[in-house]
């Protein structure tokens, strides 16, 4: 029937970021040569060394530093694996807006994984993730809405966020057209409104 919402969001392999922001704290050449001896680093297969030069960064505000840090210890890269340690950086990218660290935070929620299983705070972050065209979390969070977890059971919404998620570029592996199908016509027409209302939000068209 629905796909599970385990399997949608986090990457198996490493896939730390390359791209870096400027923050007040740093010069420009300083900051951005720091980051990306990390990347260099975590490239050549030396985490140890990235995370050296990541900590300070994150520590500081970085949110690609923050994220990449969840990534080594979700993965036991250059360091003992750790999901609690993961989680909390996911957190700290999350809470600066990032949508892929909202939407990685809201699958470790959704699974126990690194902090005690919660579909509420799934549901929060994965909606903070979609709203930013995230897909993969637009269809995790429809996949809650239509199996209750978090929230009541809503074949509107969970319509309405797994079109969010095909608009998104992520694949609703025929879920959309099964739904459709077991919704009467004034179901269906709220949906749509609500899929309107949705894709305005997340600048979709």
Not at 99 to 118: F, I, K
Request: aromatic share 10%; glycine share 10%.
């Amino acid at each position: 029937m629905y796909h599970s919402v385990t399997a949608t969001t986090r990457c198996p392999a490493m896939k730390c970021r390359t791209s870096a922001a400027v923050l007040l704290l740093f010069s420009a050449s300083l900051f951005a040569g720091e980051f990306e001896a990390g990347v260099d680093a975590a490239a050549s297969g030396d985490y140890e060394t990235a995370l050296r030069h990541w900590r300070l960064l994150a520590d500081a505000g970085h949110v690609d530093a923050q994220f990449n840090i969840g990534l080594l210890y979700d993965n036991g890269a250059g360091v003992d694996r750790d999901p609690a340690q993961a989680a909390e950086w996911y957190r700290r990218a999350a809470e600066s807006g990032d949508r892929t660290a909202q939407s990685y935070l809201a699958e470790m929620y959704a699974n126990g994984h690194g902090v005690e299983r919660n579909f509420a705070e799934a549901v929060e972050w994965y909606r903070k993730a979609a709203l930013q065209r995230d897909g993969a979390a637009a269809y995790n969070l429809g996949i809650l809405y239509a199996s209750g977890r978090g929230v009541p059971i809503d074949d509107i919404y969970a319509y309405a966020w797994l079109s969010v998620a095909a608009a998104s570029g992520q694949s609703a592996n025929g879920v959309l057209e099964i739904m459709a199908s077991g919704m009467s016509q004034g179901r269906r027409a709220q949906a749509e409104a609500l899929r309107k209302e949705l894709f305005a939000k997340c600048g979709l068209h």
